[in-house]
């Protein structure tokens, strides 16, 4: 199977469209649409369905996806094992939830920016349903995740334990549990976000339905709307400290099994460790030890 027609398949299927896969790789459309073809006479079957809203995967085209993601992964690691030196260098991309980022790693990503400069390094902040779906397609060496994590493919490390308070705006009463706060309007991050889920937990637990939930993007903003009296949320106590010493929110500790969420590291147990990714975990255990 030739690797260049196994790029050129993944890309148009990863783009959707042989026009966007041929801007992709710099190629003519025609150019494209003749090696998906080479590859499928090769394989004796179909690859897309053509239609005229564009193109979709086969039965076949889907099995050979996730085939065609490992091996032209597996080329590439071969390529940095190769030509890898001992000193950490290259592209290495990290994903973490925003709270993480914010709070946790500016000072070890400081300092592993220091100690090894030729390292490319890239942070991507977002969910931990996108980080873990990044981390499995090869798109992240690693990512700081809400834990525990359980897939066949994941090595996890414990990071760290966050304790989860509720926020709501200093002028609120006292909280004792999650009743007194029922008819508020409730504040979160998007579908997917950790803190959003131990929330509904505790609702659920309780018996309660929330009067409203509003999304949003950033802790940011929600402390500045929970401070202006829209709502309350639930945050880790690293984020809402120092808020609260400003004097913009006031802090609750709720008691239960839902209020301390586990921050753990995962990677692909199938990935090779480079020198950056080792020197980065070494770097990681020694701050959070």
Known sequence: MDIQLLKVFFTTAQEGSISKAAQKLNFAQSNVTHKIQQLEADLQTPLFYRHNRGITLTPSGQ????YAEKI???IQEAR?????SAVPAGPFHIGAVETTAAVRLP???TKYHSEYPAVDFSLITGSTE??????LHYELNGAFVAGPVEHPDLVQEKVIDEELVLITPVSHSPVNSIQDVQERTILVFHSGCS????LNQLLNEEGILPVKLME???FETIIGCVSAGLGISLLPRSIAAEPEQQGRIRCHTIPG?????TTVFIRRKDALITPALSAFLAEMRAHFS
């Open 257 to 261: 099994k839902h209020t301390i969420i």
């Open 63 to 66: 099995i050979l996806l996730s």
């Open 216 to 218: 949003f993007e950033s």
């Open 195 to 198: 803190f959003r889920a131990k």
């Open 72 to 74: 032209l992964h597996v």
């Open 130 to 135: 996108q980080h873990l779906h990044a981390v």
């Open 80 to 84: 940095l094992a190769v030509g890898d």
């Open 107 to 109: 000072m070890l990503l």
